[in-house]
């Protein structure tokens, strides 16, 4: 079965850099574009970026573009997502999923929490 | 960019009943259209993609339609275990993927 094991969230400051990793098993990594998907707490889904296959290609969500960082080591297979001038409206559980470009989500990651607060 | 609907935003069923769930884009997004379950606290998963394929694993009572600006999502006979929000998305061109608001569905 495909696994997904997200890490690197925690509790920042408002203005400061957090990386989160998705390390991928069980599947051919390089054969797929990955997405990162938030949820704010009580809230719905919200898209945030999304790589192609071999990291070409990459795309973001308005409320990130020019913060955060999208990228992917197909020799580690895992995916980044770099995130920097972190604001309130960040907070949210992080999710990585196989899919994107084109493609539904089908495998999902456990999500990793990001807290900005001062 | 195209924005995605869903109505009913919440609903509650008898054990039983037949549910349906309408999402609509403001643009044709052919078939790229796929459908989520969230369980309270647990991680989206996947029902439908591609309009109406059925992701390998869900019941058959889970069922998609659909094409073009509005799609339908219908649960036969609605189970205990089906009480979740249902999010709809797209996912063809730019920007990339968009997600509905989602539908909540209880038990009655």
């Known amino acids: 079965e495909v696994q997904l094991l997200e890490s690197g969230g925690g509790l920042v400051q408002p203005g400061g850099s957090l990386r989160l990793s998705c390390a991928a098993s069980r599947f051919t990594f390089s054969d797929y574009g990955m997405t990162w998907v938030r949820q704010a707490p009580g809230k719905g889904l919200e898209w945030v970026s999304c790589?192609?296959?071999?990291?070409?290609?990459?795309y973001y969500a308005d409320s990130v573009r020019g913060r955060f960082t999208v990228s992917r080591d197909n020799s580690k297979n895992t995916l980044y997502l770099q995130m920097s001038s972190l604001r309130d409206e960040d907070t949210a559980v992080y999710y990585c999923?196989?899919?994107?470009?084109?493609?539904?989500?089908?495998?999902w990651g456990q999500g990793t929490l990001v807290t900005v607060s001062s | 960019d195209i924005q995605m609907t869903q109505s009913p935003s919440s609903l509650s069923a008898s054990l039983g009943d037949r549910v349906t769930i309408t999402c609509r884009a403001s643009q044709d997004i052919s078939n790229y259209l796929a459908w989520y379950q969230q369980k309270p606290g647990k991680v989206p998963k996947l029902l439908i993609y591609?309009?109406?394929t059925l992701q390998s694993g869900v019941p058959s009572r889970f069922s998609g339609s659909g094409s073009g600006t509005d799609f339908t999502l219908t649960i036969n006979s609605l189970q205990p275990e089906d009480v979740a929000t249902y999010y709809c998305q797209k996912y063809n061109s730019a920007p990339r993927i968009t997600f509905g608001p989602g539908t909540r569905v209880d038990i009655k």
């Open positions: 591609a309009a109406s």
């Open positions: 999923a196989r899919g994107g470009d084109y493609r539904h989500l089908d495998y």
């Open positions: 790589i192609s296959s071999r990291g070409d290609n990459t």
